[in-house]
């Protein structure tokens, strides 16, 4: 009974080392979208000033366009924290989702071990569903890109209709344009990727790093994770129909497996249901 309570403080350990990191990385997430948005909007209050004080086509034609560039393409560098960081929260989750929490539960018996993330997928579907398109509005990268593309096509209006742009800056306002344009749009392939990323935490059909994983449980006295072809474990899983299939069991010879398990116990933690006998 030590050893196991001593078993699953180290995986309680590292749980809660990762969820402090997870917190710690989204709170500077908020604090880098808010640098952008301030950044963004102090050049908006200026660019404004200035026009309010000269006419449209001095903005235009002067050095002072060459700010129409350079201040999304700040600002972007603040996105590219924020998807940096995402990234990494993404990876911790699915890691404790398919690592920590199957071990866990093979020490505890108790299926409804860190099920939030599960949970939480499921109230995202119901949004989804019940919101439309409309739940889009709650990636929280809509609203910097948003005011970053609306810089952008400002400067693209500039590139293409006005010849003496940006006065004695024009070659800076040009490469600045294209280099910020190019960054922007993978700014937001890279908001798309992350947030269907994130729409599958919890799933208990995913894997890591896109190959099919097997544990073994904590509890029989090792833990093992590797290949599904290196690892010999008895319970077999099909994700695409979500069962899990057990040694003697009428179709666990002819079953295709892409994941195994040691227990039934860690099966149904990761949300598959046993075949019929």
Known sequence: MAIEEERFEVWMEEYRGLTADISN??????????????????????????????????????????????????????VWRHLDHDSNIIEKAEYIQRIVRPQLVGITGDSDVLGFEGY?????????????????????????????????????????????RAGEAKHLFDYALYLGSGLLIVSMLMSVTITVRYSRIG????????APLATLPIASGQAVVGPVSTVSLPIKANSQFGLYYVPGGRYYDGARADLNFATEVEAEAAGFRPAEP
Not at 45 to 62: A, C, I, M, Q
Not at 131 to 151: K, T
Not at 203 to 210: A, M, V
Request: charged share 20%; aromatic share 14%.
């Open 25 to 78: 990385r989204v709170d500077l997430q908020h604090k880098n979208v808010n640098l952008s948005l301030i950044l963004l909007s102090a050049f908006s209050g200026y660019l404004f000033d200035y026009w309010n004080s000269h006419t449209f086509d001095e903005v235009k034609r002067g050095e002072i366009a060459s700010l129409i560039v350079l201040a999304p393409l700040l600002a972007l560098f603040f």
């Open 120 to 164: 939480l997928r499921r109230s995202r579907l119901r949004r989804i569903y019940h919101m439309g398109p409309l739940w889009v509005l709650g990636n929280e990268h809509l609203i910097p890109l948003s005011y970053i593309s609306a810089y952008f096509a400002f400067a693209w209006y500039l590139r293409l209709g006005v010849d003496g």
């Open 203 to 210: 799933d208990p059909t995913r894997q890591l790093g896109g």
